[in-house]
């Protein structure tokens, strides 16, 4: 399956900083395909109005990935620079349809989209 970071990113009113990442989620696997494991994200926060650039630490990314943030709704992502430790995407706005997620904290997602997990 895919791995979901809790409460891995925060959108905010103004511009966001951020410190450390968060725990990782699920493991597991078998069977050859990779399934992804976050390990951390930075910063982990950001403005509402999106556009910052956040490093994805963790293990099993495939090159073409899947990034969501969102809690109930889940928005995609730009994935800008992908390897198999390291994802660096720009968060999507918290506004329009996406605003159920403003000014909260949000679920972070990836999934690799060739093996779909």
Not at 29 to 46: C, D, E, K, Q, W
Not at 98 to 108: F, Q, T
């Amino acid at each position: 399956a895919t791995d979901i970071l809790q409460s891995g990113f925060t959108f905010t009113r103004g511009s966001g900083g951020g410190g450390g990442g968060g725990g990782g989620g699920g493991g597991g696997g078998g069977g050859g395909a990779l399934v992804p494991r976050i390990i951390s994200v930075t910063p982990t926060s950001g403005p509402n109005e999106g556009g910052t650039e956040v490093t994805i630490r963790g293990e099993g990314f495939e090159d073409q990935v899947q990034v969501f943030f969102g809690t109930g709704t889940l928005i995609e992502a730009q994935a800008l620079d992908v390897t198999s430790e390291r994802i660096v995407a720009v968060t999507p706005a918290a506004t329009g349809f996406n605003s159920v997620n403003r000014d909260s904290i949000v679920d972070l997602l990836v999934r690799n989209v060739a093996s779909g997990f």
